[in-house]
């Protein structure tokens, strides 16, 4: 029964809308099924079914502590170690979630971005070099051309050309978010996941980071966890709303955003959320 | 009026209230501490040095005698009427002890450290960690009991002589410093941020390879000082190593010779001598080198944790 005066807002409001991508020119590359993830008998994630349309932006949003990265992180099975994950996640036809994958071949198809920029204590070039070298590329010239077009590809070529020997920790927050995207897009992963990565970051940081992401759209799946509802809007094609371990809605960003379907989706975007 | 107002403003707010007499006092009793402390510290080095230039000032021996001196004998006068007293084999056997057993410990402490801490952290919280605490707390005496009763005959076994010496001191300050050492480094890796390893599998690395490229670099600077304090331990022990290495103070020849080493020579001999006597200042001299000694392995600790920071 509800307890709302308000009975015709809440009978036509919808309790769960999702509609998957189905846009020409972006098969699916990526999709979960029945994903569940649990920390010990703590259930994080009750069901997360999504799809994700190849070379667009799509944004995960939601309030603190939904599951929006421990979704993110199930996706290139980050959560290994931490949590259980059940459920299939299909990558190219492949479900990645069986335990005979080789998740260090994985991840190099699915790279991940993470909230605090966090570049080793290398130079830049090393920082850019590392997962080349991890796989045995030990050859200067190819090095040194993966260094250049993935520095140029995040938009950090020019600042930096002439310093790729100096420690990466001389960077400022937006320049370290940015190389920290040059090292993943290093090895040219399929799927880029980003979790919060323009949080640190001061506002102009932040669009120069938008604009990097809009570029990198023609290469890369981008999957992007953030709080910012601008930002949402402005880069992604597709968003998910998360809400204590569900996705409530899921569409295209500016039916998110126009025109929310789910009662609490229209509350969160127009933040008249708890 | 407004004057009044301001006045009295002034006043409340200069008047001592409870919480800054509180503080004040407070202040008072922690300087106080400190400055006893530092008294103390510089008494004892003051001593130390004063009693221990005593060799070179009023018995008139030759530094450079005394650090290269082969021979060790402070009871009996050389042809030329100098007294023997030549520290080099103390210092060497010092040295050595110190720099076989870190070579030793360093691995071992690493790799238990790695698995404490990165491969099994669970069971290293449950096994490891108290093991290595327990181990810290037992005296040395017990140390060299045992390696008097099991390490020197094992050695006498394998290698003849009388199985005291320069490997047996090793032996047993490899197990001594090894707690230090892991408990120490094992602290270094847990100071490296999960980010980094984070970055690194999201890289496509694997465990081992982020352990290695990864925690390690990063860990160097402590996994660094937790060696070098491991060697200082070793420098500074006495009662083990003075009950397994042999005590003569002779230059070692090989590793299972009889030696001694600054710290076994001063046990051994101080409580046998007499105040001001040149026997007595010769073993102060030895005390003072063991000291500057001690300083320097701060000094190293401290260089390591200032690049360390730096970085
Ligand atoms: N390592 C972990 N161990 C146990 N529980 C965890 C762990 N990480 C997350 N959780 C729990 O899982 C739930 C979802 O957390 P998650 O980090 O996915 O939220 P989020 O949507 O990313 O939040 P935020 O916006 O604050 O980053 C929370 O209740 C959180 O407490
Ligand atoms: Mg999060």
């Known amino acids: 029964m509800f307890i709302n005066n308000d009975v015709t807002k809440a009978t036509t409001m919808q309790e769960r809308h999702v509609v998957q991508p189905h846009e020409a020119g972006h098969p699916i590359i990526l999709s979960t099924e029945d994903l569940h993830v649990f920390y010990g008998k703590k259930e994080a994630l009750f069901e997360g079914d999504l799809q994700f349309g190849s070379n667009q932006i799509t944004a995960l949003i939601g309030p603190s502590g939904s599951g929006k990265s421990t979704y993110l992180r199930s996706l290139n099975r980050m959560n290994d170690r931490i949590a259980t994950v059940t459920g299939k996640i299909m990558y190219r036809g492949v479900d990645i979630n069986q335990p005979g994958i080789d998740v260090y071949e994985m991840r190099r198809r699915v790279g991940m971005v993470f909230q605090r920029p966090n570049p080793f204590a290398k130079s830049i070039y090393d920082n850019i070099a590392f997962a080349l070298r991890l796989r045995g590329t030990t050859d200067k010239y190819a090095l040194d051309e993966v260094v250049e077009t993935s520095l140029k590809q995040a938009a950090l070529w020019d600042q930096v050309k002439d310093d790729l020997n100096k420690s990466a920790l001389a960077l400022s927050g937006g320049q370290a978010q940015r190389l920290c995207i040059a090292r993943a897009i290093a090895v040219k992963p399929d799927i880029l996941l980003l979790d919060e990565p323009a949080s640190a970051l001061d506002p102009v940081s932040t669009s120069q980071l938008e604009d990097t992401l809009l570029d990198l759209k023609q290469h890369y799946t981008i999957i992007i966890v953030t709080h910012n509802m601008q930002q949402a809007a402005r880069i992604s094609e597709y968003t998910a709303f998360f809400n204590q371990g569900r996705v409530l809605e899921y569409d295209t960003t500016s039916q998110i955003f126009t025109n929310p379907q789910v009662q609490v989706t229209s509350d969160y975007v127009s933040g008249n959320f708890g | ?311």
């Open chain 2, 1 to 311: 009026m407004k004057t009044k107002t301001t006045q009295q403003l002034e006043q409340q707010l200069k008047r001592h209230s409870k919480a800054a007499k509180l503080e004040i006092w407070g202040r008072t009793v922690s300087l106080t501490a400190l400055l006893l402390i530092v008294a103390v510290v510089v008494a004892i080095i003051g001593f130390v040095a004063s009693k221990g230039i005593a060799t070179f000032t009023s018995n008139h021996v030759n530094l450079w005698d005394f650090l290269t001196g082969k021979s060790w004998n402070p009871n009996i006068t050389d042809a030329n009427g100098k007294p023997e007293v030549g520290a080099l084999p103390m210092i060497v056997g010092s040295f050595l002890i110190t720099i076989l057993s870190a070579i030793v410990a360093t691995p071992f402490a690493i790799g238990t450290a790695v698995f404490m801490n990165e491969i099994s952290p669970n069971k290293g919280a449950k096994i490891l960690q108290p093991v290595t605490e327990l181990l810290v707390g037992i005296p040395s005496v017990v140390y060299g009991f045992i390696g008097l009763s099991v390490v020197v005959p094992t050695t006498r076994a394998i290698f003849g002589g009388s199985g005291f010496g320069i490997l047996s001191g090793t032996c047993v300050l490899f197990v001594m410093i090894l707690p230090t050492v892991t408990s120490m480094s094992a602290d270094a890796l847990k100071s490296v941020p999960r980010y980094y390893r984070e970055a690194s599998l999201a890289l496509g690395a694997t465990q081992w390879q982020t352990i290695y490229k990864v925690v390690l670099r990063a860990a160097t600077p402590g996994l660094m000082t937790a060696v070098v304090f491991g060697m200082a331990r070793a420098f500074g022990e006495a009662l083990a190593v003075q009950m397994v290495i042999g005590n003569a103070a002779l230059m070692p020849n090989s590793l299972v010779s009889p030696s001694s080493t600054l710290t076994s020579v001063l046990t051994t001999g101080i409580g046998n001598t007499v105040m001001g006597s040149l026997q007595n200042n010769a073993l102060w001299s030895l005390a003072l080198v063991l000291l500057l000694m001690s300083l320097v392995f701060n000094l190293i600790i401290r260089l390591i944790g200032r690049k360390g920071r730096l970085q």
